[in-house]
């Protein structure tokens, strides 16, 4: 499969032709482009967070077990001396940092449901929800950021496939042709969970019927294909008719 790298950067490219598209036509602010472009290259990463060697797992227990130790501290500020509060935070960190890693690592398989298309919804879905809860950002924002994610999933899944098949090796195409875009895993009780996951995310998060509409309509291709080549000049140099 792809490297971490080649991920990154894949996803980084469809991610800021995306992000172009919608700001040349005049649909998204240069705020909102870069929301969209850095959730591009998180989903980009974001399917081999079950990969025990994960780079991306580590950063995210990493950035979790930050968050979460400020929250419980935050949260006791009135009832413990400051000493308690510095011995809380790091149990906590320490907690989330270790304990639930090393549960989580137990618990996963590579290549399982997080390495899947329903796993893709979710995780889209995830994102707009909490732009939304926690960050209070408007359903439109939230939801461009989540579907940024889906885009930069299905980068990574699409490039794993593609690295399967081994087109410049006489070795022919690899065992792993096939497990990137799938709809389930072998375990049946993960793949319900991912499902009821997605319904449930799904549920909890208003505003995407609206922007999907906005994003097919007719006036928004009208409002892109003006937009999509410049016409008779190429960065103000005429070129040749070649009719």
């Known amino acids: ?55 991306f797992l580590d950063l995210s227990f990493t950035l979790f077990a930050l968050l979460g130790s400020f929250f419980v501290m935050f949260s006791q500020l009135a009832r413990y001396s400051i000493a308690e509060l510095i011995v809380l935070w790091l149990v906590t960190f320490l907690f989330i940092k270790l304990a639930l890693f ?35 950002q408007p359903d439109r924002v939230a939801w461009l950021a989540g579907l940024f994610v889906l885009l930069g999933y299905l980068v990574h899944l699409l490039l794993d496939e593609l690295y399967s098949l081994n087109l410049l090796s006489a070795e022919g195409v690899a065992d792993s042709f096939g497990t990137a875009f799938k709809l389930r895993a072998p375990d049946g009780w993960a793949t319900a969970t ?23 309509s007719p006036i928004t291709w009208h409002a892109i294909s003006p937009r999509l080549l410049p016409t008779g000049e190429w960065f103000g140099i005429s070129l040749p008719n070649l009719h």
Do not use: C, K, N, W
Not at 12 to 37: E, K, S, W, Y
């Open 1 to 55: 499969m792809a490297g971490f790298d080649i991920h990154l950067a894949v996803a980084a490219v469809f991610g800021g032709v995306g992000v172009t598209t919608l700001m040349g036509a005049g649909m998204i602010d240069p705020q909102t482009g870069l929301i969209g472009f850095v959730a591009a290259m998180i989903g980009g990463v974001m399917p081999d967070v079950d990969a025990d060697d994960s780079i």
């Open 102 to 136: 090393e549960l989580f690592v137990r618990f996963t398989v590579h290549r399982g449901i997080f390495h899947s298309l329903p796993a893709g919804l979710f995780f889209a879905g995830l994102t707009a929800d909490l732009l939304i809860r926690l960050f209070h």
């Open 194 to 216: 991912m499902y009821l996951s997605v319904l449930l995310v799904y549920y909890d998060t208003p505003g995407l019927g609206l922007l999907l509409r906005e994003l097919f």
